[in-house]
């Protein structure tokens, strides 16, 4: 059963808008959740989440970064082609409900997944204080959408090229520090940048909640790939997840996992690569 | 009388190094050598050693005469994937030690020479649709307990969908049993065979998620949870999530369904150990060990924590283990993994066990040998020491009763809690076997069809 790409766009250098035409997972989905996906009979199946999806016209939108093999040839499909696999909604839906006064913390390719999250928020009638961050002004992400659904939007950059010249950890402690009554902090992004968040609202007390992006196969908690460890409990991402409590997530552990297949996503890349430019080796 | 005839397998030193199968399947001369030897018994014992009651000396006499289209058909009654059992099932606890020529050790080779009639068949057998009965039933799961209860309820003209979680039908006969014992190919058209009798296959579609139960009844008059037993369980010991430790779930996954032996040219890829570590007994143990070898490993160690005599893996795996050169440590239980400061594994931890007397199950009960810790290298552990069933369809389903176990509660026919809904296989005992998970397909096939027929047509 194919899964027609209807539209393909690049927002930032390495950064894709892609929309799938999946009519029963757009009937479902919710904030939070992720789709699983294939491109060919070779493909891996990875793990992308829904940014955004739109039940009438059976829509679900992605945003992804071309990192490795699967996702740089994503990133060369056009609309009108086809995915072989779409799989979801899978995870749980992120809790949304009026806590107060809410940060929301987008980093890098994070930022897509904030988005439904920061206007949900909103619509439960929380004061929404954003967060949004990028290595360079050139790779910010839907700064006018995030501004659209947020009562304040803090802008930083590594490099100062726009914003505040630093870490988005930064402005949560700045905030923190100000008094400022925050009820919950949601951090989406790099996993470093995800537990510099949690260590700044640690002694704050606030909740803090991330959605994190262990290495998946099935999706359904079937094979334990996804396994991370919070409070001390071994939990299945795909299923239990992604989202957990920040103060709770061994941090290391998941950066260690993540890199477990590191000389073989080198080797892949490569060999694509190779075979896209049309070499011999 | 003649003698039990030897299945042809590959040379153990080759096939270590392949991924093809192992047991070649007889000659046309072999099995009507071997289906002589069967006595045509007038009470044959070996039918009530068959969870699915195959009548065996009926179809063993078609091949006695040469005519396999006549067996295959005579098989087919009682069992939809012939080609599948005769390879995976443990017959020597099954149909053929019930045969009575194992009172002398050499019962006839029921499951081989079913096997063969089913590799001989040509026409896969498309039929006449039935007249259709205007009832429609949801199957969750493609594993052997959905894929029975779908041609069933089939042939008998209800209109069937299954619904199966990844992107390719069989349950545990594609994402489990490796290649070298269960070729995708036979799977894949005994799966084609249930299609054509009228089956829908919707596959990526994860029930809970993308529909629960519930929004299933709305839709079809009743539906059946043939869901298996997926959810790995772990030792729960100190150093089982660092990098290079492997539930046979995932390992198997990735090299069965993802094809990652095939790496780089299929995408997936898979730590390809030196000194790899299984823990476990049972056949997934096997398979996973077995794997591990021809993926390249130098050495391959099965732990177990009972002794041979104990160990649940079908016999010819066993064996044929052995001739590949899996070493097996048994009455060994593992108690921790050390890894090093990147948080890969280095060694495993165990400890000697003895055998004291039977527990609850039956069986010797293992305890610890108190100072005889050892270390064992290794640079991937998998883990098999079993599974449960998959919690998704339970949590987002009210009024089905699940046992603590998280084993689906259902009656001798497949009724569950809730009306309308069945289930059988793993689902409902815990991991088993394909015939009995088949078996629970067919009976349960037959209850609903009579739940359906006390149903008005809408
Ligand atoms: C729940 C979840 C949601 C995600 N959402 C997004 C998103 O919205 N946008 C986005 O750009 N990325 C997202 N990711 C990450 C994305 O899945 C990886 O970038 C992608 O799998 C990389 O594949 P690759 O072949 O291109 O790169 P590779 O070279 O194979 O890998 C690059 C890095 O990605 C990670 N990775 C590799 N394989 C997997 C896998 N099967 N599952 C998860 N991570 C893997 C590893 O850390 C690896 O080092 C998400 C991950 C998870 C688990
Ligand atoms: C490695 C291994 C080797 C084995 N070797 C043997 C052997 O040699 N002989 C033997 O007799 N038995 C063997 N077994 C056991 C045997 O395979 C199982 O008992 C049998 O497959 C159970 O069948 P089932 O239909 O109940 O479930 P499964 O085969 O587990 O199929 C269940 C299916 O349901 C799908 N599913 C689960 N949840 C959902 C959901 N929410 N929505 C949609 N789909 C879902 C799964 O993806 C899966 O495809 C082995 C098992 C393993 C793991
Ligand atoms: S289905 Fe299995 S148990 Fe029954 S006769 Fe065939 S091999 Fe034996
Ligand atoms: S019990 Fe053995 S010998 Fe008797 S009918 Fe069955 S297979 Fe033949
Ligand atoms: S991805 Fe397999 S269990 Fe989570």
């Known amino acids: 059963m194919p899964f027609e790409i209807i539209r393909k766009q690049e927002l930032v250098p390495t950064i894709y808008l892609m929309d799938i035409s999946a009519p029963r997972i757009a009937k479902k989905a919710e904030p939070g959740q992720f789709v699983i996906l294939r491109i060919n009979g070779k493909g891996e199946r990875i793990p992308l989440t829904i940014a955004d999806f739109d039940r009438k016209k059976g829509i679900i939108n992605m945003i992804f970064q071309a990192v490795g093999k699967t996702t740089m040839h994503l990133s060369t499909l056009k609309a009108g082609e086809e995915l072989l696999d779409f799989i979801g909604p899978l995870g749980n839906p992120a809790h949304i409900q009026k806590e107060g006064t809410v940060i929301m913390v987008g980093g890098g390719v994070g930022v897509a997944p904030i988005f439904p999250q920061a206007r949900a928020f909103k619509e439960a009638g929380n004061k929404v204080i954003s967060i949004i961050g990028a290595r360079s002004a050139n790779l910010l992400l839907w700064e006018d959408k995030m501004k659209a659904v947020s009562d304040e939007l803090y802008i930083t950059t590594d490099d100062g090229t726009k914003g505040h010249h630093g870490f988005v950890t930064d402005i949560v402690k700045k905030l923190l520090e100000s008094g400022t009554k925050i009820d919950r902090v949601v951090a989406i992004g790099p996993p470093v940048m995800m537990r510099a968040v949690a260590g700044v609202t640690k002694p704050f007390d606030v909740k803090t909640i ?46 260690n996992r993540l890199s477990m297949y590191q000389p073989e996503e080198k080797l892949a890349l490569e060999k694509y690569k190779c075979e896209r430019e049309g070499c011999t080796c | 009388m003649l003698e039990r005839q030897k299945m042809p397998e590959q040379d153990p030193k080759v096939r270590r190094t392949n991924f093809k199968e192992v047991a070649l399947g007889f000659t ?17 014992k070996c039918v009530e050693g068959c969870p699915v009651e195959v009548k065996i000396p009926v179809f063993i006499k078609h091949i006695a005469n040469g005519d396999f289209d006549s067996a295959i058909k005579e098989i087919k009654v ?119 009798l009228g089956v829908t296959l919707l596959l990526d579609s994860v029930i809970g998620k993308l529909e629960t139960v519930d929004d299933l009844l709305m839709q079809f008059d009743a539906v059946f949870l043939g869901t298996g037993a997926g959810l790995p369980v772990f030792l729960n010991i100190d150093g089982e999530n660092l990098n290079g430790v492997y539930s046979a779930n995932e390992f198997l996954t ?192 037959r209850a609903i069809d009579e739940y359906l027929k006390n149903m008005p047509v809408a």
């Open chain 1, 210 to 255: 991330v959605s994190l992006n262990s290495i998946m196969v099935d999706g359904t908690g079937m094979c334990g790939a996804c396994r991370v460890l919070v409070g001390n409990e071994t939990k299945f991402a795909c299923v239990d997840g992604p989202e957990f409590d920040a103060h709770l997530v061994d941090f290391t552990l998941l950066m």
């Open chain 2, 254 to 445: 990735r090299v069965n369904l993802m094809k990652s032996f095939l790496f780089p040219d299929h995408d997936t890829p898979i730590r390809k150990g030196k000194n790899v570590v299984v823990v476990g007994g049972g056949n997934v143990a096997m398979d996973s060990a077995r794997c591990a070898l021809r993926l390249g490993a130098d050495n391959v160690t099965i732990v177990y924590r009972r002794g041979e005599k104990e160990l649940p893996a079908r016999a010819e795996e066993i064996e044929h283990a052995k001739e590949e050169g899996i070493k097996f440590r048994l009455l060994t239980n593992p108690v921790r993994i050390i890894g090093d400061a990147k948080n890969w594994v280095t060694h495993i931890e165990c400890i000697n066990m003895y055998l004291c007397e039977p527990d609850g199950s039956g069986r010797c009960k293992p305890m610890p040998l108190a100072g005889s810790e050892h270390r064992i290298e290794a640079d991937v552990i998998i883990i098999a020491i079993g599974t449960s069933p998959n919690p998704l369809v339970p949590r987002t389903t009210g009024g089905l009763e699940i046992t603590k176990q998280g084993t689906v509660v259902a009656r001798k026919d497949g009724a569950t809690t809730k009306t309308g809904v069945y289930a059988g296989g793993d689902a409902v005992t815990g991991s088993a076997t394909v015939i009995s998970a088949m078996g629970a397909g067919k009976k349960a096939a």
């Open chain 2, 78 to 196: 009682d069992n939809a994937l012939p080609a599948i059992c005769g390879r995976v099932c443990p017959q020597e606890t099954q149909c053929e030690a019930s045969c009575i020529l194992n009172k002398k050790g050499t019962s006839v080779s029921i499951g081989r020479l079913e096997r063969f009639v089913a590799d001989m068949e040509k026409d896969h057998g498309t039929r006449e649709k039935p007249h259709s009965s205007g009832k429609k039933v949801a199957i969750v799961g493609s594993g052997p307990a959905g894929l029975t209860a779908a041609a069933d309820l089939a042939k008998t003209g209800h209109s069937v969908t299954i619904f199966e979680a990844l992107h390719a039908a069989g349950g545990v006969l594609t994402y489990g049993i490796p290649e070298f014992r269960l070729p995708k190919k036979i799977v894949e058209t005994d799966v084609e065979y249930v299609k054509k």
């Open chain 2, 28 to 44: 046309e001369k072999q099995a009507i050598d071997e289906a002589a030897r069967c006595l045509q018994c007038k009470k044959p």
